[in-house]
């Protein structure tokens, strides 16, 4: 083999590789999220109470919220946090994103996942007015429900967007952390 050749041929592998491992990095990620959000094999997710014992473990706690003057019951144990990317002030989606949210998108289309409800939930800081974060959180839920039914196969009935701005902030302690800026994703329970 020539110097060239083996220099194209190098390139050639490395390049395979690297494809090779961003598929299957993608395919841990897609497992990952199922795993995250798909109820236990065996659990019945129908149970509309607050509070309705696991099979042969703790006690399991659902949370009740009212959305539109109409009672959602989500299961938290069956929730992710993504962080995704707005540019300030936005709910336009970034390139970034949209990659965060492709591997969640491929899970929703999962045959595991396909028979659930998720509530899209958008979280922002305690920076600013709590009215415009309300209102800045329910723009970017709807912009990320909207990236998810265009462009992958998942029914739009089966996607809720809600906006909480700053009203659960995943660290207390420190409102203005970007730890607070967050769209979760959880389980609705409720037919």
Same mark, same amino acid.
């Given at each position: 083999?020539?110097?060239?050749? !083996?220099?194209?041929?190098?390139?050639?592998?490395?390049?395979?590789?690297?494809?090779?491992? =961003?598929?299957?990095?993608?395919?841990?990620?897609?497992?990952?999220?199922?795993?995250?959000? =798909?109820?236990?094999?065996?659990?019945?997710?129908?149970?509309?109470?607050?509070?309705?014992?696991?099979?042969?473990?703790?006690?399991?706690?659902?949370?009740? #919220? /009212?959305?539109?003057?109409?009672?959602?019951? /989500?299961?938290? $144990?069956?929730?992710?946090?993504?962080?995704?990317?707005?540019?300030?002030?936005?709910? *336009? #989606?970034?390139?970034?994103? !949209?990659?965060?949210?492709?591997?969640?998108?491929?899970?929703?289309?999962?045959? *595991?996942?396909?028979?659930?409800?998720?509530?899209?939930?958008?979280?922002?800081?305690?920076?600013?007015?709590?009215?415009?974060?309300?209102?800045?959180? *329910?723009?970017? =839920?709807?912009?990320? !429900? &909207?990236?998810?039914?265009? $462009?992958? $196969? /998942?029914?739009?009935?089966?996607? /809720?967007?809600?906006?909480?701005?700053?009203?659960?902030?995943? &660290?207390?302690?420190?409102?203005?952390?970007?730890?607070? !800026?967050?769209? *979760?994703?959880?389980?609705?329970?409720?037919?």
């Amino acid at each position: 083999m020539t110097h060239v050749s !083996r220099t194209v041929f190098a390139a050639g592998l490395a390049l395979a590789l690297s494809v090779t491992s =961003a598929q299957a990095q993608s395919a841990d990620d897609i497992n990952t999220i199922i795993r995250g959000l =798909a109820p236990i094999a065996g659990q019945s997710m129908a149970a509309p109470a607050l509070t309705s014992p696991a099979p042969r473990g703790p006690e399991r706690v659902l949370v009740e #919220l /009212i959305i539109k003057e109409r009672v959602i019951v /989500i299961d938290p $144990a069956h929730a992710m946090d993504f962080n995704v990317v707005f540019a300030f002030d936005s709910a *336009e #989606l970034t390139p970034q994103a !949209r990659a965060e949210l492709r591997a969640l998108g491929r899970a929703l289309e999962s045959p *595991e996942l396909r028979p659930y409800r998720y509530l899209i939930a958008g979280h922002t800081d305690a920076v600013g007015d709590p009215a415009y974060n309300q209102r800045l959180s *329910e723009r970017r =839920a709807a912009a990320v !429900r &909207d990236y998810l039914i265009t $462009a992958f $196969a /998942i029914n739009p009935d089966r996607l /809720i967007a809600v906006g909480f701005g700053e009203e659960r902030l995943k &660290d207390p302690a420190n409102p203005r952390a970007g730890i607070n !800026r967050r769209v *979760e994703v959880a389980m609705i329970v409720t037919p």
